[in-house]
């Protein structure tokens, strides 16, 4: 029995097994062994190493003491001399302990009937070599890699039926046999091999196991490749880093945790809650083209796809970045690729792991909203601040009133909107659950979750149906490798994901905005969310909410209670594979077959009923006018909607979505090594995709036709000698999105990496020990993109309505109709030059490791330049007469960018261990050609030289300290709006006395964060485990908008209703009685952007430059031991957080969520989770 | 290098399709048969009529309230559309940026007709339209086969005088405007795009070369199906426009216009900097012809025969009042030479104009009394002698022009004016018959709307009354109502709900008869004509409305004489056009044509209290706007986007 490290107990273990098993390797690989009378403990007879630890060979014995029947003799000072010896945590066969307690040199040992161990040491070992017997018999040995003879190995005779099993040594006998024949031995987690038997008789046989075959590689496309042999940047995240944040999104688990990638969260909606990636720092605009590759188990899904894989089931995730390492991806790669493989199942008894968790969610921040009081007086007071004699909107008496404890809350309502809508928390849970195992025939992973989130919205009572948000995953995996022959395998994979979405109407797809936006517009002393009824409706059974007398403003109360919508989505994925040594045509050789279908469906169904509203009767209260007594509290309510309102609730409709994805690809793959120097390796592969959606973005024809992307592409690697290795890659790929003279792109890229390390000069400098590893390595190449962006897909096709919209009328009698008919519009010239936008890409490497590659650091630079990026004509006179917008291959950006990934991982003691792990992507880039006019005039104005986010927009200098500096500046009036003291002013940067479109210069950082890190640590301590991990971004900014939080102006979509007023705005605002000219709001208003645009402009005064440094994940855990008397189950426990802590500067709301600060808050996570590994 | 590209999917190819997959060359080729092209509109006839069509969809919406730069640039109407936040301390509403509230900048104009934006069509467009279409006709470049070559040659005519229309309309608001007599490839360079304004002058020869090389080929107004080729171009249409490009060229704005000296790049001057009076003659000749041909084909001016009315009784005051509102309402009546029709314009003019009377309820939501002239408007009508008020003689020695904002009450003498009885400003009684066709007042009657002439229903119009401002909806900002521009019989069919209010569509007339026969007064009067020949003209519109004619008017009416000299009588003419095409539009072109603007447009904009419930509350007048027009407003920005894109135009003066 074996301890298997599951990976979510210590994310940081398996490297350190890695290292550990090399150490091991390289001792026994020196070592020369004089056990003659082979083993003494049992196959079975496990030591459990509690610690990684450098210990004698005395406190091994003390240790298998402790653990076996044995005891040792032996003399003191007998292993003085033998060097000591490194253990890893875990669990080590009694045998191998032993052994290598004697690997320094040569010892004898007795074991007597006590299980007493009586060891000698020797001074001189004869070897006795059997003289060949000319027999036909055969005896051997058969071994792991470690040396260690493995019993019940099966020896079979090829082509006989019979065959002997190796015994309690792992020797094995065999008469009657001859030269010619072959034998085979096999045995279970092994490689098996074949071998002649010749004129041997005497046979050592080391077989490999299988699991080791993962070591030391690195997923690349298309395939693997030996770590030292990568040339290209990839970065690769330890999966128990993703697996350690308690989310059931991926995506937002992934800010911070690797180079190169750039993520940020905006809102935390469940099922929303997806965070925007990038890797390094996408140049082109637009939103959906900036998006990277993204792949499982080598086909292409889609970010909600990616959002519904369950962190457990990912056996590695990484991210390829520059031109070497996307090259195969061609077309498909230009914005990167995050390349993500399933576990599957090991040979070997089943294993059960099953992981619970279960979370308390909360806001990280809570917007503030003021108090209905001060929403009256403030309401007031922008009223009367832009017209004294105005009458105010709210008298002294209903603000009296409204403050009384005891008024009659009907009449003088005062709503806490957010308070009625949302709670303080919610409880999330999640399952996981998977098993996995095989044998020879077949391998098998098997893995189910179930996950709920539920929303943090306030439901009532009286509703028969909850519509808080309650978001249900289920998924399901199921990877099985079947032998079906020895040089043939078949890999089937399965997967299906699930969603159930229940909540309020509207709210999926919208980030979470409605509920809380909603929130924010609602006007606060308006009307309650519902009224208590009165006499004539205490019958009613209902809920009386409230409204404004016509009905025309939104009780946001009301939208959530009114109904809710179900909303379900399944993704199936079916995936066959062929693997096909084809060793026989030449060593090396392999072919591959990858057949994937996948569908995607969706539909939501809304059942609702048309609330009744109610207000107080017209007449006895009217909200602006105080007609009714203070001392009255009597109150007659008016029901607006008799006629159209409900309380049963009805069906509503709502949408489908369907799409079908057909992937295939096809690849020969070679790898071999001659001459044990030269590595080669080559690859070629061809691909087609197909995408197809049900219901076409804007019922167009063109998004009705498939999508389609076919490839060929291709790989060639050397080596030489583990110090030097060279790859060729390039791509070549068609897209149905081109004219056909465009149709196919070839992108091809080189790399060159030497691993000065192994370098004999370098080992001669003898500065290993501190420099262990040195490595350079270094990439370029094209990679094109297809997806351009811009509001067609065929670009190169013309798009001519030769049935628009009618015109003519003519004729003298309208009675009679009028003669009219269809008109031809143009909306697309057909262009067929449009083309590919290809990016050059190079990337430059060190990899460092010291003291024996305890830590390691991995800088990385990179310079991208992306060409033919598609861009608007701006050059195109009105006096043209286009209809349409022109596009072209135009814009040029560049970006460069430092990574550096830095680890580090020790003992303190035995019981004491460490790792820290920090990463820093620093990315910049620039518009370098850009299509522009008016530049001449104002240069300020122009984008090259800036990021392709760069926000432009005014300078705000200060806000007006009275109306004669309103006078006496460039007038603003072009931006629209009375402009008065209190209001921003800005600069006239071309001073020619007018603030207009060319006064508008580049403001604040990019809106994608430039700088983006992490960094965390592990510790341990016996069973208890620690980690934390922060992320940070810095360099950027966001603007406010002030059309979504100005107060006290109209709704859109509403009337009669009022936005509500945040509490900073209450607090911060410039007015007549602290005329503060760096207030953060300037004069009230009651006006929205139509009426006083001045101060609703895009500049510096709404900008936010900020950072913000967050305790992203925080975990503490505990093993319960073995010792406890579970025998065959490994438990751990675990309390983590996600978001606990954030350092910012800007404290509004979540820094993290930017502009779009009124969605959905993120959410502060408290996690318990137990995990269970049985065995 | 193709061959290259050959092996490489042959490669590929062969990979894929050996394990049966795809075929390369159709596996790319997604788009199923042909995307359609421009020549594709030339296929046949049917599709070419469409394109025909498209040609004529450039036609700006003068009618449309919403649309109608005419409507809306000037001060003949004011109006809100927030019937429900307005209130009495609210600020005065927009939409009046035109000149007004300084909101028409470079940066953004207001009602853009250049780049399409803020509710001005992007002419441009129509006019490459047209290039398009006529570039496209010809059978010998692929025009449609299945076409008379009469027909061809007629419906390239049509597109000609479109072209040439679109061009006027920009001339008149922008002055030289680049000329585009070909739809210039996108492929063509940058520098091709970079065009010139023309001066003047050759703006206005284009217009009326085209126009010239169109004529042939136009087919006659008597000669076309009228259920259903009323409002194409026909020869008179197209004389019309021709006709009024040179009324432009020859008129002050245009014609030594020193205020207006704009030199371009190349060092010439697009302003024609000394007067040519001959061009008033040209202008004469010009609308000589139109009128010739309009008479030629039967057009003449609309008299109303008081059909439009219930009952057998229609007395002469009801049908002179009639007369001018008919000719504006009538669809194609027999002096609607050129008219638009929009199905939404004609809807959204009357409900706005429309207003509840006593007996309705205001609830309605589709009458909105919006459209409100302010007071200086009533003003410039004549009085029932048909000179203006301040010189009446009858309006002195009574003092009613003194105390013409005073209320009083209504006699039997005025009782079709108001209802008797009832108290009404002295301003809204003895005024010619032009001025009841064309406002609604307080107390004023509303002739039509389904009623016999004994029941003709007057308006209520004081705060809290039902055509006044309820602080609800539906805000007449002056105490005017635009009763001109509705239907007569118009009617709610449920009075007593407010209900459904029906309107009688039409056509927005872009020409009337009137307008050029008062155009060919003044061209002749510039000309130096002698008023002998020049006042029949407008005795003949006079009359129409029941106006005495002028010389008789002026001599028994007043103690002037000044229709006998060229300056008196361009006044009386320019008081003419004023009054016969108010609430049409006339007011804003005209005004500008003559230079006249800058003391017209910055009339302080006065406004009996529309908030005051009494008599004594209601009729003070309030000075609601004091405009601050100034000469830049004559002609209208060029964006400065257009100007960034084609640094060789120049901007007109003042922006």
């Known amino acids: 029995m074996q301890i298997k490290f599951n990976n979510h107990f210590f994310f940081f273990k398996e490297k350190i097994l890695q290292f550990i098993m090399k150490i091991f390797i390289l001792l026994f690989c020196t070592s020369v062994f004089s056990f003659s009378s082979g083993d003494i403990f049992s196959q079975k007879t496990k030591i459990v190493i509690e610690k990684n630890k450098i210990v004698s060979i005395d406190e091994i014995f003390d240790l298998l003491r402790e653990q076996t029947d044995f005891t040792f003799i032996y003399q003191e000072n007998i292993f003085k001399n033998s060097p000591k010896i490194y253990l890893k945590k875990g669990r080590i066969r009694a045998n191998k302990l032993l052994k290598k307690c004697f690997s320094g040199d040569n010892f004898n040992f007795i074991i007597n009937k006590n299980n007493k161990i009586i060891v000698n040491k020797i001074n001189h070992v004869k070897k006795t070599v059997k003289e060949p017997i000319q027999e036909i018999q055969i005896t051997g040995i058969v071994t792991d890699i470690d040396g260690q003879p493995i019993p019940g190995v099966t020896v079979t005779v090829l082509g006989e039926k019979r065959g002997v099993i190796t015994d309690f040594d792992g020797k094995f006998e065999i008469r009657k046999i001859e030269p010619t024949d072959k034998l085979k031995f096999s045995f279970l987690g092994m490689v098996s091999q074949t071998i002649d038997v010749g004129n041997e008789t005497q046979l050592k046989i080391t077989l490999k196991s299988k699991t080791d075959a993962l070591d030391e590689v690195t997923i690349v496309a298309f395939g693997k490749q030996k770590k030292e042999s990568v040339v290209s940047s990839i970065t690769t995240v330890d999966v128990g880093n993703l697996q350690s944040i308690p989310t059931s999104n991926i995506t937002t688990a992934l800010a911070g945790q690797m180079t190169g990638l750039v993520s940020y969260q905006s809102t935390g909606a469940p099922g929303d809650d997806n965070a925007q990636f990038f890797i390094r720092n996408a140049t082109s605009f637009g939103n959906n083209v900036q998006s990277p590759l993204i792949l499982i188990d080598n086909v292409e899904v889609d970010v909600r796809q990616l959002s519904r894989l369950s962190p457990d089931d990912i056996q590695s995730f990484s991210i390829l970045k520059d031109a070497a390492a996307t090259a195969l991806y061609g077309a498909r790669g230009g914005n990167g690729v995050v390349l993500i493989t399933t576990r599957e199942g090991k040979e070997g008894k089943a294993i059960i792991d099953v992981r619970y968790e279960n979370a308390l969610s909360m806001p990280t921040t809570k917007v503030n909203i003021a108090d209905p009081i001060t929403y009256m007086n403030k309401f007031n007071e922008a009223i009367l601040t832009r017209n004294p004699t105005a009458s105010p909107r709210y008298s002294l008496n209903r603000i009296e009133q409204t403050q009384n404890p005891n008024r009659n809350r009907n009449v003088y309502p005062a709503t806490d909107w957010l308070d009625e809508l949302t709670k303080d928390y919610a409880i999330n849970n999640r399952l996981n659950l998977s098993i996995s195992g095989g044998g020879e025939v077949a391998k098998y992973y098997v893995a189910g979750s179930y996950s709920q989130d539920n929303g943090i919205l306030n439901i009532d009572k009286i509703n028969k149906w909850n519509t808080n948000i309650k978001f249900k995953k289920y998924t399901l995996r199921s990877n099985v490798n079947i032998n079906v022959s020895n040089s043939t395998k078949l890999n089937v994979r399965l997967s299906g994901a699930f969603d159930d979405y229940k909540g309020p109407i509207g709210e999926l797809g919208a980030g979470g905005r409605n509920t809380y936006q909603q929130a924010l517009n609602a006007d606060p002393v308006l009307f309650p969310a519902v009224y208590d009824a009165d006499d004539a409706f205490a019958f009613a059974p209902y809920l009386l909410f409230g409204n404004q007398e016509d009905g025309r403003a939104v009780n946001p109360y009301a939208r959530l209670m009114s109904g809710y919508e179900d909303n379900k989505s399944s993704t199936l994925s079916a995936q066959i594979e062929l693997h096909q040594n084809l060793d026989a045509i030449t060593p090396g050789l392999k072919l591959r077959f990858i057949g994937n279908v996948s569908r995607y469906g969706n539909f939501s169904l809304q059942r609702s009923y048309n609330p009744y509203y109610f207000s107080i009767l017209d007449g006895d209260y009217d909200p602006y006018e105080d007609s009714l007594t203070p001392e009255s509290d009597g109150y007659e309510l008016y029901p607006i909607n008799p006629e159209t309102g409900s309380r049963f609730i009805n069906y509503s409709g709502g949408q489908q979505q369907v799409n079908s994805t057909i992937y295939g690809e096809i690849s020969a793959i070679y790898n071999n090594t001659f001459k044990e120097k030269h590595d080669v390796g080559a690859l070629f592969v061809g691909t087609m995709r197909e995408f197809l959606a049900g219901n076409p973005e804007n019922a167009l024809l063109e998004n009705s036709l498939p999508k389609r992307n076919l490839s060929l592409a291709g790989r060639f690697t050397y080596g030489y000698g583990g110090k030097y290795f060279a790859e060729v890659n390039f791509g070549y790929n068609g897209s149905e999105r081109f004219a056909k003279n465009d149709r196919f792109g070839f992108f091809p890229s080189f790399g060159l990496g030497w691993s000065v390390h192994n370098e004999k000069f370098f080992e001669n400098l003898g500065i290993d020990k501190v420099l262990s590893k040195f490595k350079i390595r270094g990439t370029y190449g094209l990679v094109g993109n297809d997806n351009l962006g811009g509001p067609n897909r065929f670009y190169y096709l013309s798009s001519v309505n030769l049935n628009a919209g009618r015109a003519g009328n003519w004729g003298n009698d309208v009675s009679l109709g009028l003669y009219n008919r269809p008109t031809i519009s143009i909306s697309t010239p057909g262009n067929r030059e449009i083309t590919w936008e290809i990016t050059k890409k190079a990337n430059l490497a060190l990899e460092l490791g010291f003291f024996n590659n305890k830590l390691s650091i991995i800088p990385e630079i990179y310079h991208e330049r992306r060409k033919n990026i598609l861009q608007r004509r701006s050059n195109i006179p009105a006096t043209l007469g286009l209809p349409y917008e022109l596009y072209s291959n135009v814009q040029e950006n560049v970006s460069t960018g430092l990574e550096v990934a830095v680890n580090y991982k020790d003992n303190i003691n035995d019981d004491m261990w460490f790792v820290l792990r920090g990463n820093f992507t620093y990315g910049t880039s620039e518009v370098i050609t850009y299509d522009e006019i008016g530049t001449d005039k104002a240069p300020w104005i122009s984008r090259i030289g800036h990021s392709p986010s760069q926000n432009f927009g005014f300078i705000a200098e200060h806000l007006f300290i009275d109306d004669n500096e309103v006078a006496n500046s460039a007038s603003q009036a072009a931006l629209g709006g009375d402009v008065m003291a209190g209001d921003i002013k800005y600069v006239d940067i071309n001073k020619d006395g007018v603030i207009n479109q060319f006064d508008i210069a580049p403001i604040g950082h990019p809106r994608t964060p430039e700088i983006q890190f992490g960094f965390g640590g592990s510790f341990g301590y016996k069973n208890l485990d620690i980690s934390l991990f922060f992320q940070g971004q810095a360099n950027y900014s966001f603007w406010l908008n002030p059309n979504e939080l100005a107060p006290f102006t109209p709704v859109a979509g509403q009337v009669g209703s009022n936005r509500a007023l945040l509490a900073w705005v209450a607090d911060n605002h410039w007015s007549e009685s602290n005329r503060d000219l760096y207030a953060e709001w300037p004069r009230l208003s009651n006006v929205n952007s139509s009426g006083n645009a001045n101060n609703f402009q895009t500049s510096t005064y709404w900008m936010k430059t900020t950072s913000y440094l967050r305790l992203k994940q925080m975990e503490i855990g505990f093993t319960i031991p073995e010792t406890s008397g579970l025998k065959n189950v490994g438990i751990r426990t675990y309390i983590s957080g996600t978001n606990l802590l954030t350092f910012s500067n800007f404290d509004l709301w979540d820094p993290e969520m930017g502009g779009n600060g009124l969605a959905y808050p993120l959410q502060k996570v408290f996690n318990f989770g137990v995990q269970f590994n049985f065995k | ?655």
């Open chain 2, 1 to 655: 290098m193709r061959y290259i590209k050959n092996i490489r999917i042959n490669i590929l190819c062969f990979i894929l399709m050996s394990y049966g997959l795809v075929s390369c060359n159709d596996y790319l080729d997604i788009f199923p048969g042909d995307s359609p092209e421009i020549v594709d509109a030339f296929l046949d006839r049917n599709e070419s009529e469409k394109y025909l069509m498209t040609c004529y969809s450039g036609l700006p919406n003068d009618g449309n309230l919403t649309a109608s730069l005419p409507l809306l640039g000037c001060d003949e109407i004011f109006y809100t559309t927030d019937d429900v936040q307005f209130s009495a301390s609210g600020p005065f509403p927009a939409p009046f940026r035109y000149g007004y509230d300084g909101a028409n900048t470079s940066g953004n104009p207001f009602m853009n007709f250049w780049d399409g934006t803020n509710g001005g069509k992007n002419l441009w467009d129509a006019i490459r339209h047209c290039n398009v279409f006529v570039e496209h006709m010809p059978k010998e470049v692929g025009g449609p086969v299945n076409m008379d070559e009469s027909e061809r040659e007629q419906w390239i005519a049509e597109a000609k005088v479109l072209k040439a229309y679109y061009h006027y309309y920009l001339f008149t608001l922008y002055g030289p405007i680049p000329i585009v007599d070909k739809a210039v490839s996108t492929n063509a360079g940058v520098n091709e795009f970079k065009i010139y304004r023309a001066p003047v002058d050759d703006v206005v020869n284009y217009i009326v070369n085209t126009i010239d090389e169109a004529l042939p080929n136009l087919k006659d107004h008597r000669n076309i199906n009228l259920a259903i080729e009323t409002g194409r171009i026909t020869k008179t249409v197209a004389l019309a426009i021709k006709a009024k490009a040179l009324v432009w060229a020859a008129s002050p704005i245009f014609n030594g216009n020193s205020d207006y000296n704009v030199v371009d790049n190349r060092g010439i001057q697009l302003f024609p900097q000394t007067e040519d009076q001959t061009k008033w003659q040209r202008a004469a000749d010009a609308l000589k012809d139109a009128l010739e041909s309009a008479e030629s084909n039967a057009f003449a001016l609309h008299v109303s025969d008081g059909s439009e009315i219930r009952g057998a009784n229609t007395s002469d005051a009801t049908r002179y009042r009639l007369g001018v509102r008919e000719a504006l309402v009538l669809h194609w009546n027999e002096e609607t030479i050129w008219a638009k029709y929009e199905n939404n314009g004609s809807q959204t003019i009357q409900q706005w104009a429309a207003t509840y009377y006593p007996g309705t309820q205001p609830q309605g939501k589709n009458v909105f009394q919006r459209q409100a002239p302010p007071l200086h408007i009533a003003e410039q009508f004549y009085s029932a002698n048909g000179v203006p008020i301040n010189v009446d003689n009858d309006w002195i020695s009574n003092n009613w022009y003194t105390n013409k904002y005073n209320a009083v009450q209504v006699g039997a003498e005025n009782n079709t004016e108001a209802l008797q009885g009832g108290i009404t400003a002295q301003l809204n009684l003895n005024r010619s018959h032009r001025f009841y066709s064309t406002l609604g007042f307080d107390r004023g009657y509303w002739e039509g709307l389904g009623f016999e002439e004994e029941d003709f229903k007057h308006l209520e119009a004081k705060a809290g009354e039902v055509s006044g401002a309820l602080g609800v909806r539906g805000i007449n900002l002056t105490g005017y109502y635009s009763k001109k521009v509705c239907g007569i019989n118009n009617t709610f069919t449920n009075p007593g709900q407010g209900t459904g209010y029906q309107h009688a569509p039409y056509a927005f007339p872009i020409i009337r008869l009137t307008d050029l026969k008062l155009l060919y007064a003044e061209c002749l009067n510039e000309a130096g004509t002698g008023y002998p020949e020049v006042l029949p003209m407008l005795d003949e519109i006079r009359s129409r409305s029941g106006i005495l004619p002028v010389k008789e008017a002026w001599d028994n009416h007043t103690s002037l004489t000044n229709y006998d000299n060229q300056s008196g009588l361009r006044e009386i003419i320019r008081q003419e056009r004023i009054n016969e095409l108010a609430l049409e539009g006339g007011r804003f072109w005209d005004t500008r044509r003559w230079k006249t603007a800058l003391i017209n447009m910055n009339t302080p904009v006065r406004t009996w209290n529309i908030w005051g419930e009494t008599v004594a509350d209601y009729y003070n007048v309030v000075t609601k706007l004091r405009p601050s027009y100034s000469f830049k407003n004559y002609l209208m920005p060029i964006s400065e986007t257009s100007l960034v894109n084609n640094p060789n135009l120049k901007q007109n003066p003042g922006w």
